[in-house]
Nanobody, 123 residues
Framework: QVQLVESGGGSVQAGGSLRLSCAASGYTYSNYCMGWFRQAPGKEREGVAVISRFGGLTNYADSVKGRFTISRDNAKRTLYLQMNSLKPEDTAMYYC????????????????WGRGTQVTVPS
């Protein structure tokens, strides 16, 4: 059974940084493309960043390019999202996800989801 557990969320002032982590279990970790999505209240879930099986390819939403970095450690079975220069519009629940044949920023393509970790950047 695939399990994804996010951590590292919190409240941070604008301009600050956070690093999210996602611990994976229940499957061969390096088999899957993984990603981060987010959802703010009243808005649709949107793709933030995705990373290929061995980390060679990444893709980011335009809104986070240059500020966020996705990475993975297959030995530790952990996915990361380093978030710098945070803005109030980054406030959302952030979800870790795994297993997409397209490895794109399309939520419907991903099979497995964590429960999320809240990130709040007060305005």
């Amino acid at each position: 059974q695939v399990q994804l557990v996010e951590s590292g969320g919190g409240s941070v002032q604008a301009g600050g940084s956070l690093r999210l982590s996602c611990a994976a279990s229940g499957y061969t970790y390096s088999n899957y493309c993984m990603g981060w999505f987010r959802q703010a209240p009243g808005k649709e879930r949107e793709g933030v960043a995705v990373i290929s099986r061995f980390g060679g390819l990444t893709n980011y939403a335009d809104s986070v390019k240059g500020r966020f970095t996705i990475s993975r450690d297959n030995a530790k079975r952990t996915l990361y999202l380093q978030m710098n220069s945070l803005k109030p519009e980054d406030t959302a629940m952030y979800y870790c996800t795994a297993d997409s044949p397209s490895c794109s920023l399309v939520a419907a393509d991903f099979a497995y989801w964590g429960r999320g970790t809240q990130v709040t950047v007060p305005s």
